[in-house]
């Protein structure tokens, strides 16, 4: 157990959607990730979060947002959903800000989502 | 834009086997971790390396860092089922990891 609680495991919806993921980080940590994991593309960073303030972004579309409260949990929001949506999604945290090394990143258990 | 090259991208072994895998990049890292990633689980971190020309020693594993820091391998001695997973490796860059599209290694009892 890795201590990072992703909701929900899994999740179907259809083409045109918005769907809410939610990530509880390990007790302490303060850096949230968020990666997108597909058969082809493999692990694609999106975005982080540190302390509540985005830190980093990757590929992540203009269709999704995220943001960290201050409770420090996190939330993807994925809208107008497509297709190549499909994947698992993940959520990591670690103890360091990022900068030069991001430190052991903790992944979740993810949420698998299905768009039909 | 900063890219992992992983091979081989499959692998089927039998127990008691020795292999290597390999992770590349034309870019240098600041660090370079390993992951595995077992089915419905997310990854989890094997080690870190750091200084170019690093060896790191897990058990039957051992971890190697270029001395360029462009590069890495993982080498496993006398694989055992319990060695099946996805090996991803990940470069440290800018506070990102990013991480490659991994080596999916099944070991046959």
């Known amino acids: 157990d890795s201590g990072v609680t992703q909701t929900p495991k899994h999740l179907i919806t259809a083409t045109g959607q918005r769907v809410t993921l939610r990530c509880s980080p390990r007790?302490?940590?303060?850096?949230v990730y968020w990666y997108q994991q597909s058969l082809d593309q493999g692990l694609q960073f999106l975005i982080q979060y540190y302390n509540g303030e985005e830190r980093a972004k990757g590929n992540i579309l203009e269709r999704f947002s995220a943001q960290q409260f201050p409770d420090l949990h996190s939330e993807l929001n994925l809208s107008s959903l497509e297709l190549g949506d499909s994947a698992l999604y993940f959520c990591?945290?670690?103890?360091?800000?990022?900068?030069?090394?991001?430190?052991?990143?903790?992944f979740g258990e993810g949420s698998r989502l299905t768009v039909l | 834009t900063q890219l992992l090259e992983q091979s081989p991208q499959f692998l089927s072994i039998q127990e008691g086997e020795n292999l290597t895998v390999y992770c590349n990049s034309s870019s240098v890292f600041s660090s370079l971790q390993w992951y595995r990633q077992e089915p419905g689980e997310g990854p989890v971190l094997l080690v870190t390396?750091?200084?170019?020309?690093e060896v790191k020693k897990l058990k039957r594993l051992t971890f190697q860092f270029g001395d360029a820091r462009k590069d890495s391998s993982l080498h496993i001695t006398a694989a055992q089922p319990g060695d099946t997973g996805l090996y991803l490796c990940a470069g440290g860059s800018q506070g990102n990891l990013i991480f490659g599209k991994g080596t999916k290694l099944s070991v046959k009892p």
């Open positions: 990591a945290s670690s103890d360091t800000p990022g900068g030069g090394t991001a430190g052991e990143l903790f």
């Open positions: 007790s302490g940590d303060l850096s």
């Open positions: 390396v750091v200084t170019g020309g």
